[in-house]
């Protein structure tokens, strides 16, 4: 028991606990191995008399840490949060009582036990200080003013913070600014609609809180959200302090030197969506218009993605050259064409008018024969090739992310945000959007994505919002996603450091810097406390106050190992707090059963899972140890990026443990889930215990 702590334990005994669990079994269990832990039992601990039972008797005990046995920790959160307690909560309903043989001696054996583990946690944890840095600067940066930029500063400045705006050319607007007119709003019965670009410029000129930086680029950015040293190269350098960073540097056209297969080069006829763009604003506009869509856009040559905006930009030409030449005819080749949600009202409006043809179809042997475009048409619904004429073909190219090295970050991992496949900024997006794996930066608009101008508008707007939040987080000393509100982070014991940059070269969000030793240099304010950097120590350096080598530790030495001649194993189950253990409370309300031989211990991400932790199981006589996490791959559905995979990497780590241990391989599994697969990990964790039980029992069986 740590000095001067005095650790409590509330049990509920509604929801079917009390039928289910001896619980005077369960008070005296505790009684016996934990004498000092105040008790108290409610039938519900949530209803307005169980909180007034509970905080009663945690003024008058003077109690600073609380277990609670009852519902799962994903339910009634706000109720149990009990600001200045540290509080454990044991999962009794979900994960016993629903899952488990009411009444049955190894489900009570199992209640007890996950509470003890609660109770060894909690005297084992320190006491936490949030980081909180001498000084927070709530100024933002915002690079790129383009639809997205623009549309960040004025959010930003509106609520209340100021917003360096840095664009790289001498005019703001970007791409917007270089149309004629954006695509026709269906709820509207005018032919056009404003971009509405002009209107954002003035209003972002005359915001007293935004500070326009034009012919501006990055030079550098170092520190950590709410300290972001950025250097902006000028004519002269202008250092500035800002809490987080904005990335909206936009797109650009795929190259058109690449679509030589299309033509592009041989005649002045042929031209780009963007050159066109142009074009149709300052020349007459001839009889007869080919647009070939998706030119260079999914094709495993060039780019495999849908470009998004191409579909939209096509149709609104479309309808230019119908408006300035009423006589022209224009022919619209596409793959497929692609109008999401109210877009299809273009199509629609296209459609309807009798000289535009529109065909499934791929232009090919493109030649000029004098002032005219021929091509034939192949792969069309015809089911033979024609060949068509134009005076002018379009080739609606698709767009590239541009500036995603426009940061110039000084971390330890490179100055550019991590990219996808296709060089987008990682936004991990699956689970949300604009965040990147920097942390207080976040990209939004077509560098994240590709985009038409709306999306990117709200996509601004979205970013800065995330960016507030990053800055009023810091200032609170807690995390942001996924993780948010954890006032915890990682602490750093360097006298035993040997400079081994693991926990360097494997934090998925650069928390990390290093000397020239490779000694690592914290900046706590980027971290996510995912805890990656605890399990990839060999020296147990690194801890954070709640989450360490020896809280996890003692909950797994709490647990009392029946010998080998009681034929009950033992499998302790590591599970990732995101996916895993959500699946496994989505089986418990469905009431899918599960063996009681197993303990569950949370982690914050299986990249966490120390080897001291495998050590310490299997010294301590478990049969078995089941790590279950997110799936790793490229979709990122793991929440921390790379922490699955960083644990299937692990693996001969653990298996050198095992080697070292004259141990069978099989007592260590490595299984991945997702959050709905409930039936799927219940089957994973019972087929296990199965397993176990063919080979036998550990020999290290106290």
């Known amino acids: ?43 519900a601990l949530c209803s307005e008399e169980g909180l007034q039972l509970l905080h009663g008797r945690m003024e008058k005990d003077r109690i600073d840490r609380l277990a609670i046995a009852a519902c799962s920790p994903r339910q009634k959160t706000e109720v149990f949060d009990l600001d200045g307690t540290a509080v454990e909560r044991v999962n009794l309903r979900e994960q016993i009582c629903w899952m488990m043989p009411a009444g ?46 623009l549309t960040a500063a004025l959010q930003g400045a509106g609520a209340g913070y100021r917003v360096h705006l840095a664009e790289r050319s001498i005019r703001l607007g970007g791409y917007a600014s270089r149309i004629r007119k954006a695509v026709p709003e269906p709820w509207k019965d005018t032919a056009w609609s404003d971009p509405k670009i002009d209107s954002l410029v003035r209003q972002a000129r005359a915001h007293p809180l935004i500070e326009i930086h034009l012919a501006t680029t990055v030079d550098s950015i170092q520190g950590e959200p709410g300290n972001f040293s950025v250097v902006l190269k000028q004519p002269g350098d202008l250092a500035v302090r800002v809490g987080a960073v904005v990335n909206t540097t936009g797109w650009k056209p795929y190259p058109a030197a690449k679509l030589q297969h299309l033509g592009y080069g041989l005649s002045d006829r042929i031209k780009t969506l963007e050159e066109f763009e142009q074009f149709v604003g300052e020349s007459p506009v001839p009889d007869r218009v080919c647009i070939q869509l998706c030119a260079g856009s999914r094709d495993k040559n060039h780019l495999a993605y849908c470009s998004v905006y191409c579909c939209t930009a096509a149709l609104k030409q479309a309808l230019y050259i119908r408006e300035k030449n009423p006589a022209a005819r ?48 192949k792969d069309s619904l015809l089911g033979e090739n024609v060949e068509l004429r134009a005076d002018l073909l379009i080739l609606a190219n698709g767009m590239v992310p541009g500036g995603a090295d426009a940061l110039r970050l000084a971390y330890r991992q490179g100055p550019e945000l991590p990219r996808l496949a296709y060089e987008f900024a990682d936004s991990h997006f699956i689970c949300f959007p604009y965040e990147t794996r920097r942390t207080g930066i976040y990209a939004a608009g077509a560098v994240r994505a590709p985009m038409d101008l709306e999306s990117a508008r709200e996509d601004g707007g979205g970013a800065m919002m995330k960016a507030i939040q990053c800055v009023e987080s810091v200032k609170r000393g807690e995390a942001v996603h996924p993780r948010a509100g954890d006032a915890t982070y990682p602490e750093l014991y360097m006298e035993r450091c040997t400079d081994c940059k ?37 020296e147990r350096v690194i801890g954070f106050s709640d989450f360490n080598i020896n809280s996890v530790s003692a909950m797994i030495k709490a647990v009392s190992v029946p010998d080998e001649f009681e034929e009950k194993p033992r499998v302790l189950v590591f599970l990732c707090e995101n996916d895993a253990y959500p699946a496994l409370d989505g089986a418990g309300i469905a009431r899918l059963q599960m063996s009681p031989f197993v ?78 697969d409930q039936r799927e990990i219940v089957k994973m964790i019972n087929d296990y215990v199965e397993t176990l039980v063919e080979i036998g029992p550990n020999p290290y069986k106290e």
């Open 330 to 377: 224009v022919y619209i080749l596409y793959k497929d064409i692609r109008t999401p949600g109210l877009q299809e009202e273009l199509y629609k409006r296209v459609q309807a008018d009798d000289m535009i043809f529109l065909t499934k179809g791929r232009a090919d042997n493109i030649r000029m024969d004098g002032q005219t475009v021929a091509l034939d048409v």
């Open 502 to 538: 693991r926990c360097t070269e494997e934090c998925p969000f650069g928390s990390y810097d290093e000397t020239e030793k490779g000694t690592p240099l914290p900046n706590p304010a980027r971290c996510r406390r995912c805890g990656i950097c605890v399990g990839s120590c060999p």
């Open 599 to 676: 303990r569950i211990v949370p982690v914050r991400c299986l990249g966490s899972i120390n080897k001291v932790w495998i050590s310490d199981a299997l010294s301590h006589g478990y049969d078995g140890i089941l790590q279950i996490g997110c799936k790793p791959g490229d979709d990122y559905q793991c929440h921390f990026i790379t922490g699955s995979e960083l644990t299937r990497q692990r693996g001969e780590n653990f298996q050198e443990a095992l080697e070292s241990m004259m141990l069978e391989p099989e007592r260590i599994e490595t299984r991945f889930v997702e959050i709905t």
């Open 104 to 149: 049955d001696e190894d489900t009570q054996l199992c209640a007890a036990d996950q509470v003890h583990m609660a109770l060894a946690k909690l005297a084992a944890i320190r006491d936490n200080k949030p980081y909180l840095p001498e000084s927070v600067s709530t100024d933002i940066l915002v690079v790129g003013g383009g639809m997205a930029g």
């Open 1 to 43: 028991m740590p000095k001067n702590a005095t650790i409590g334990l509330a049990l509920c005994s509604g929801c079917g606990l009390g039928t289910c669990l001896d619980l005077e079994a369960l008070k005296a269990s505790v009684g016996q191995k934990y004498p000092e832990v105040r008790l108290m039992e409610h039938p």
